[in-house]
């Protein structure tokens, strides 16, 4: 079992930062792809940001010279740090990973999420 768990959201002014942590622990073998995601009230999940195990990323065009995704490879964490925050981006966040998890007769390649964490940006 593979869990990961989000630290970091909280409440901020239009224009400040927040950095996201997610930590995946468990039986992991390696980490694939780790992302964030986000879900607005009456908004469907959307992504944010993702990296590669290699370092290669991609990011929404809504967050493109605002937001940087990058992880620490050793400690399985991903990090999100969001700067120049506005109201639009209030919503709750969610990471996600591809895990390579050990089973009983080798790995198996499963999809996690985190249970959340909610970022407020007030105007």
């Known amino acids: 079992q593979v869990q990961l768990v989000e630290s970091g959201g909280g409440l901020v002014q239009a224009g400040g930062s927040l950095r996201l942590s997610c930590a995946a622990s468990g039986s992991i073998f390696s980490i694939n792809t780790m992302g964030w995601y986000r879900q607005a009230p009456g908004k469907q999940r959307e992504l944010v940001a993702r990296?590669?195990?290699?370092?290669?990323?991609n990011y929404a065009d809504s967050v493109k010279g605002r937001f940087t995704i990058s992880r620490d490879n050793a400690k399985n964490t991903v990090y999100l740090q969001m700067n120049s925050l506005k109201p639009e981006d209030t919503a709750v966040y969610y990471c996600?990973?591809?895990?390579?998890?050990?089973?009983?007769?080798?790995?198996?390649?499963?999809?996690?999420w985190g249970q959340g964490t909610q970022v407020t940006v007030s105007s």
């Open positions: 996600n990973a591809d895990v390579w998890a050990k089973v009983a007769r080798g790995h198996n390649l499963e999809d996690y």
């Open positions: 990296i590669t195990s290699g370092g290669s990323t």
